[in-house]
Each structure stands twice: as C-alpha cells, then as structure tokens.
Nanobody, 121 residues
Framework: QVQLVESGGGLVQAGGSLTLSCAAS????????MGWFRQALGKERELVAA????????FYAYSVKGRFTISRDNAKNTVYLQMNSLEPEDTAVYYC??????????????WGQGTQVTVSS
C-alpha cells in the first residue's frame, strides 16, 4: 500500500500561483502512476493532471492545459502540481491519487485526504 499526504493549498487571488505537493510513503513510489483530481462544491470529481511512473508522459484536462504542470521526484517520493494563472473556477478540494496501473481511467486505488484551493476574484 501507499499513503498520500497533500500540502500547499490555500487562498490566492485570481491570476496567482500555487504549488501543491503530495508526499507518498509505503511501497515503492516509482511503481505508481500519480494524478491530481479536484472536486468543486456541488460538482463531480474530475481528473486534472496525471503522470506515469517514470514521469515521461503526462496528461492534462483541457481546462488546465497550459496553466498547470504536474511533475514528480521519485527520489523524494513526491508529486507536484504547479498551478499558474489561477481562476475562480479552479476553486476546489484537490486530491492526490495513485495506482499501480493508470489514474487516467477507472478509479485509482489510493487517495490522499485532499487540500483546499480557493481562488478569489
């Protein structure tokens, strides 16, 4: 199993930036595909960004492409989400997720507790 702990959320003005971190512990981090999901109040959870085990391939939701960047440091057992040009529509609870297969399809097997991101207009 792997345990995930997110950090870095907070309140930011529109146009600002935040970097989320997700620290993993447990089994070998490099063996997991990682992703960031978000869920806004009253909306369904959606995949924001994903990265494969080696970090060589990434996926982004259309709504964040060009503004968000996902990366991972396998030596530090950490995945990051750099968020730039934030918009009020990005306000949500952001969750880190992991799976030994893929996080892009299906439901990942492991989740963090979530971190709130609030973007004020």
């Amino acid at each position: 199993q792997v345990q995930l702990v997110e950090s870095g959320g907070g309140l930011v003005q529109a146009g600002g930036s935040l970097t989320l971190s997700c620290a993993a512990s447990g089994r070998t981090f490099s063996g997991y595909s990682m992703g960031w999901f978000r869920q806004a109040l009253g909306k369904e959870r959606e995949l924001v960004a994903a990265i494969r085990r080696s970090g060589g391939s990434t996926f982004y939701a259309y709504s964040v492409k060009g503004r968000f960047t996902i990366s991972r440091d396998n030596a530090k057992n950490t995945v990051y989400l750099q968020m730039n040009s934030l918009e009020p529509e990005d306000t949500a609870v952001y969750y880190c997720a992991a799976d030994v297969q893929t996080v892009v399809s299906g439901t990942p097997g492991y989740w963090g507790q979530g971190t709130q991101v609030t973007v004020s207009s």
